[in-house]
């Protein structure tokens, strides 16, 4: 998906009006309309506004994932990342183990 798609579809899952999304934003007039009408490209600044207003990350809104995580989540990411090597590999682990269990469960079901 693009920029622009991206916009529209995590605003209208959001409920916001495009006007919403720019108060939100803390953008001037109706530049959420624009950018979705695809009339102009948004600054760096005003994407990472639009990218917190719709709760979240960067990559995804500006499609370089397609895996659509949280304030939530990269919180959490973040804090991981600061953990001592080997408390983060017991992380890990349990994780990985969790995540085997339930690919198993649902093979099986």
Do not use: C, W
């Not at 001592?84 to 099986?108: C, G, M, S």
């Amino acid at each position: 998906m693009t920029l622009r798609e991206h916009i529209t579809a995590l605003r209208k899952k959001n409920k916001l009006s495009q006007q919403e999304l720019d108060k939100r934003a803390n953008t001037s007039g109706d530049l959420v309309g624009r950018y979705e009408r695809d009339e102009v490209k948004p600054s760096i600044e005003v994407v990472i506004k639009l990218a917190d207003a719709l709760g979240v990350s960067l990559d995804f809104l500006v499609g370089n994932t397609d895996l659509e995580l949280d304030k939530e989540a990269v919180k959490r990411l973040e804090h991981i990342s600061k953990l001592l090597t080997e408390e983060r590999v017991q992380l890990f682990n349990l994780v990985d183990a969790i995540l085997r269990d339930f690919k198993a469960k649902k093979a099986y079901s």
